[in-house]
């Protein structure tokens, strides 16, 4: 099936974003600085890394369903990846 450049775009967004979100959460779990030592943000950036990485990944394949919910899914994650990528490490930076 012949898929539209906006579909491959949107996969080497994700096969991006995933990896770099993994790389993060990886660094995180040995050194424990990216995120001040929050486990819950770095699972979430393990979990949200996979997810992309293997949604990306999928439209590059033969798989037909993963190009489909690629449509759909960024809308809904792209922001969440987007928070994840630029949360404040340094906190005392925003107060007064």
């Known amino acids: ?3 539209p450049t906006g579909v491959y775009l949107i996969s080497f967004l994700q096969v991006f ?3 770099y979100l993994l790389s993060v959460a990886f660094f995180d779990f040995v050194y424990g600085s990216f995120f001040d030592g929050n486990t819950l943000l770095a699972s979430l950036a393990l979990v949200t890394g996979v997810i992309n990485f293997v949604l990306g990944l999928g439209i590059w394949g033969v798989k037909g369903w993963a190009w489909m919910l690629t449509l759909i899914f960024p809308f809904v994650h792209m ?3 987007f928070c ?3 949360w404040p490490t340094n906190t ?3 107060s007064a």
Do not use: K, V
Request: hydrophobic letters at 60%; zero cysteines.
């Open 84 to 86: 994840l990528i630029f």
């Open 79 to 81: 922001p969440a990846n």
């Open 17 to 19: 974003l995933g990896a």
């Open 92 to 94: 005392s930076a925003f």
């Open 1 to 3: 099936m012949d898929r």
